[in-house]
């Protein structure tokens, strides 16, 4: 089981890579045009 603290650290990770910043506002990532996968950029 995950404490807190690892729970909280892991999603900031996750935030870090999908949004660029700890806190991650989703709102703000876009999808690349014509791309059927759904990357992020």
């Known amino acids: ?24 506002d989703y709102g703000q990532v876009t999808l690349i045009a014509g791309d059927t996968g759904h990357q992020s950029s």
């Open 1 to 24: 089981m995950l404490t807190a603290t690892q729970k909280k650290t892991g999603e900031a990770l996750v935030n870090i890579f999908e949004t660029g910043e700890v806190l991650g």
